[in-house]
């Protein structure tokens, strides 16, 4: 309790003082009071360790959150338009963690560039082929 | 007795490594788990599990369900007592289902759910010494998937197979979703509401469904396989 209290905001003295502050001012005083007098009542059962006490375990009754279930709601190929909607709107998050489909695997692509590299400097730099062509013109 | 990870584990048993992980760490004790004084006691009776990051719980054989906050349960609703619905969700009281906790109710305009109708709904509310409470709308006031279930057919399984099919690497739906259109809502409690275009279509989802009971995940596959070919008429 008197943790929570000084947790507390508390209105300054100055605002207190004011006029129309009056019951605000007698209803702070009286929690005040009522804090204290509970402490003296049960100071010798409340002891420093239920106040500051904190758990590491955190209890759970549900196995929804144990093993990661899915929502039990749902419909495919078009049976309820309306589910299928909310059920896309919540996969494209997994899908992005995972890698993304390809057509054309890694490998493949490594070699087809490479063949097409080869290929390029090849009629990029001059050979004997191309070089008389430019003399005719 | 200890035990560990992984053991068959009795109502009575107690597991240091949570203790141990609990000294530095939050823990998440899951069902069958409590925490007394000195350890982490077992109260069910099967196997013990982790999941990281420190999630303990103990997975049995269970048909009785326990209301638990969170879940999302079918119901029967077999009463209506001034503002709310009493609704059957086989545990051992009746949950209750205020008619103000439907998408877009007022005092005024009452949703139209008449005894007998099958619910989908999520506990709110789930106290050892209270009775359940239900809602069929989520935080922000939309139903979702929540709601009354119209048509289709309700069976009952045991709680350990609605978690099989409701898990991510479970192959039953992931097979079953591209051979014919049906809907399914399965609830923690044990009951499942299926609906397909036909009854062929509808008798063969239920019977995927618990057949895959106590299959491991490659039979799963084959037996949907088997059920499919049966349905497109390729084998009488």
């Keep these: 309790m008197a943790g929570l209290s000084r947790k507390k905001l508390q209105l300054p003295k100055s605002v207190l003082e004011m006029k129309f502050m009056k019951r605000t001012k007698e209803r702070i005083e009286k929690e005040l009071e009522n804090i204290h007098g509970h402490e003296g009542l049960y100071s010798n059962i409340i002891t420093n360790e239920m106040r500051t006490a904190t758990g590491n375990y955190i209890p759970e009754a549900s196995f929804i959150y144990c093993e990661n279930l899915i929502d039990g709601r749902l419909s495919f190929k078009g049976m309820n338009p309306e589910i299928e909607r909310l059920m896309d709107l919540e996969t494209p998050k997994e899908e992005e963690s995972g890698e993304m489909q390809k057509d054309v695997s890694d490998e493949v692509l490594v070699k087809n560039m490479n063949k097409f590299k080869t290929r390029k400097r090849q009629s990029l730099t001059p050979s004997k082929y191309n070089v008389p062509s430019k003399k005719k013109k | ?236």
């Excluded at chain 2, 086989?90 to 008449?114: H, I, M, R, W």
């Excluded at chain 2, 619910?119 to 009354?148: F, I, N, Q, T």
Aim: glycine share 8%; with cysteine.
């Design chain 2, 1 to 236: 007795m200890k035990a560990s990870v992984g053991d068959v584990v009795l109502p009575g048993d107690y597991c240091e490594e949570i203790s141990a992980v609990g000294e530095k760490a939050k823990v998440i004790i899951g069902p069958g788990l409590q925490k007394e004084i000195d350890h982490v006691y077992v109260t069910k009776a099967g196997i013990l599990k982790k999941r990281n990051p420190n999630t303990y719980w103990v997975d049995n054989y269970q048909k009785r369900y326990i209301p638990a906050r969170g879940e999302n349960v079918i119901g029967v609703v077999v009463q209506k007592a001034g503002d709310i619905f009493r609704v059957d969700v086989g545990s051992s009281t009746t949950a209750a289902l205020s008619y103000l906790s439907f998408e877009g109710a007022t005092k005024k305009n009452k949703p139209d759910v008449q005894i007998g109708d099958v619910v989908y709904a999520k506990m709110l509310v789930a106290s050892k010494d209270m009775e359940p409470e239900l809602v069929c709308v989520d935080s922000h006031g939309k139903k979702g998937r929540m709601g009354v279930l119209s048509d289709g057919f309700v069976f009952k399984c045991s709680l350990n197979l609605i978690r099989k099919i409701l898990n991510p690497h479970c192959p039953l739906l992931e097979s079953l979703k591209n051979e014919w259109p049906f809907e399914l809502a399965a609830g923690m409690n044990g009951r499942i509401w299926i609906k397909a275009n036909t009854m062929r279509e509808t008798i063969a989802l239920g019977n995927a469904i618990l057949g895959a009971e106590y299959l491991s995940d490659e039979e799963i596959k084959s037996m949907c396989t088997n059920i499919a070919t049966i349905l497109a008429g390729h084998v009488s």
